[in-house]
């Protein structure tokens, strides 16, 4: 998805404000799924779709008026949770300006749980081997399980 930095979009520092890296992030999930076919099902069995984690690397700053790329993708899943990368690449540059890594599920409120992603494959078509987990991945699910424990104790 191409973006381009607005004067609406810059904090103190005239760039890209951090709070709204992730309100784009938000709009490549719903790229996803609604380019995959997952929003028909969403919206048909009342699911919704939950961010449990994020964790994001600036590396580069966007300036004003300065276009840039949104690429969103899956890493890895589980039983009920997906990992998506999030990549803000300064057009023209290739530069990594940002890279986030997200851990979503969709919830069904009638069932009151996570629906599981064989039945989120399974409603768009798709069909998909689980990649290995990357020690970037894992990482960072380590991380949000700690927090998520220390949390519960606290």
């Known amino acids: 998805m191409r973006f381009r930095v607005w004067p609406h979009d810059l904090d103190t520092s005239l ?7 992730w309100t784009l992030m938000d709009l490549g999930r719903a790229d996803l799924m609604i380019g995959s076919g997952l929003w028909r099902p ?5 699911w919704t779709p939950v961010v449990s984690a994020g964790q ?3 590396r580069r700053e966007l300036r004003p008026f300065q ?3 949104l690429e969103t993708r899956l ?7 997906v990992v998506m990368e999030h990549r ?5 540059t290739g530069t990594v300006a940002a890279i986030a890594l997200v851990q979503a ?6 069932q009151r749980s996570f629906v599981p992603v064989r039945e989120l494959f399974a409603a768009t078509g798709a069909q998909a081997e689980r990649p290995p987990m990357t020690a970037e991945v894992e990482a ?3 991380a949000g399980d700690a927090l998520r424990e220390a949390t519960v104790s606290a």
């Open 88 to 92: 803000l690449i300064a057009a023209g």
């Open 75 to 81: 890493l890895h899943w589980d039983d009920t949770r």
């Open 67 to 69: 276009a840039f790329d």
């Open 42 to 46: 969403i919206l048909r069995k009342g």
């Open 56 to 58: 994001i690397r600036f």
């Open 15 to 21: 760039h890209l404000n951090n709070g709204r890296y």
């Open 105 to 110: 599920g969709l919830y069904d409120r009638k």
């Open 140 to 142: 960072f699910l380590s």
